[in-house]
T-cell receptor, first 116, second 113 residues
Framework: KQEVTQIPAALSVPEGENLVLNCSFT??????LQWFRQDPGKGLTSLLL?????REQTSGRLNASLDKSSGRSTLYIAASQPGDSATYLC???????????????FGKGTKLSVKP | SQTIHQWPATLVQPVGSPLSLECTVE??????LYWYRQAAGRGLQLLFY??????ISSEVPQNLSASRPQDRQFILSSKKLLLSDSGFYLC????????????FGDGTRLSIL
């Protein structure tokens, strides 16, 4: 059974610092991995999607890497800003799910606080 | 561009009352549609997904049901709400295909009294 873990559960950093959020998954048989941002009381905003054949994706100050064989992904945020404060979720789409196209398996997220 | 709408944003209902949450997608055709629930202290859990009108797959046994009466409309329902149905309900869509990303709505906060 696929399980996704995100460590740490919470992180507080001063503004301007570069930081890394971690995501690990137990089964390397995945189609892709997606990173999301969730602001309090809001829905999820998709940040980056990495296909299983890819090693990394970049968007602005964000860089996500994927090491499928070791079951790990990282989200790197450069020059953090107070506006980056949110909960960051990673989710994997399992390769073998009885034919279902439905299931994303989510971690519980890392709550990031960037202090001015 | 594609947009997804969910309503209502918040809802307070008594135990035993019915429920209807609606989700619509604009700017795309034949999307895959999903309902997730995010309970306090737990991760997001897929409840239902649909690959077409009238085609619903349930991921977990529960007190809820889903329907897709139109291509871009997805409805989450219950005949009698339980306290355990409280949570944050999120609708999502994706383009057809295993590799496609999912895009989420703003969610509905459901409180059962």
């Amino acid at each position: 059974k696929q399980e996704v873990t995100q460590i740490p559960a919470a992180l507080s950093v001063p503004e301007g610092e570069n930081l890394v959020l971690n995501c690990s998954f137990t089964d390397s048989a995945i189609y892709n991995l997606q990173w999301f941002r969730q602001d309090p009381g809001k829905g999820l905003t998709s940040l980056l999607l990495i296909q299983s054949s890819q090693r990394e994706q970049t968007s602005g100050r964000l860089n996500a890497s994927l090491d499928k064989s070791s079951g790990r992904s990282t989200l790197y945020i450069a020059a953090s800003q107070p506006g980056d404060s949110a909960t960051y979720l990673c989710a994997v789409k399992p390769l073998n799910y009885g034919g279902s196209q439905g299931n994303l398996i989510f971690g519980k997220g890392t709550k990031l606080s960037v202090k001015p | 561009s594609q947009t997804i709408h969910q309503w209502p944003a918040t809802l307070v209902q008594p135990v035993g009352s019915p429920l209807s949450l609606e989700c619509t997608v604009e700017g795309t055709s034949n999307p895959n549609l999903y309902w997730y629930r995010q309970a306090a202290g737990r991760g997001l859990q897929l409840l239902f997904y649909s690959i077409g009108i009238g085609q619903i797959s349930s991921e977990v046994p529960q007190n809820l049901s889903a329907s897709r009466p139109q291509d871009r409309q997805f409805i989450l329902s219950s005949k009698k709400l339980l306290l355990s149905d409280s949570g944050f309900y999120l609708c999502a869509w994706s383009v057809r295909g295993w590799e496609q990303p999912q895009h989420f709505g703003d969610g509905t906060r459901l409180s059962i009294l």
